[in-house]
């Protein structure tokens, strides 16, 4: 199995930085991709960015651009979210999301989440 752990949430004020991350653990043979999610209190879960092991064109939501940064480290298997000039309506819970294929022959990439990291934008 796949374990994803993140880290890197809490309190911050507005204008403030964090930077979040997601180790992923595990039986795992091949990452096609690795993504940052978000759902705020009654919205629906909104892709935020995503990046691909080998980093070309990483993704960003309009709201991310000029703001965030996807990055990731191939030997450690983690993915970094550096979030900068926070704003209250970035308040979410954070989610990580890999595309994982455990074995050489399984056919496809399963998706696999973690638990969620708080982040809560407030003075």
């Known amino acids: 199995q796949v374990q994803l752990v993140e880290s890197g949430g809490g309190l911050i004020q507005p204008g403030g930085s964090l930077r979040l991350s997601c180790a992923a653990s595990?039986?795992?043979?091949?990452?096609?991709?690795m993504r940052w999610w978000r759902q705020a209190p009654g919205q629906q879960r909104e892709l935020v960015a995503g990046?691909?092991?080998?980093?070309?064109?990483?993704y960003l939501s309009d709201s991310a651009k000029g703001r965030f940064t996807i990055s990731i480290d191939n030997g450690k298997n983690t993915v970094y979210l550096q979030m900068n000039n926070l704003k209250p309506e970035d308040t979410s819970v954070y989610y990580c999301?890999?595309?994982?294929?455990?074995?050489?022959?399984?056919?496809?990439?399963?998706?696999?989440w973690g638990q969620g990291t708080q982040v809560t934008v407030s003075s």
């Open positions: 595990g039986t795992i043979f091949s990452i096609d991709a």
């Open positions: 990046i691909t092991p080998k980093a070309y064109s990483p």
């Open positions: 999301q890999a595309d994982v294929k455990t074995t050489y022959n399984e056919e496809h990439f399963q998706q696999y």
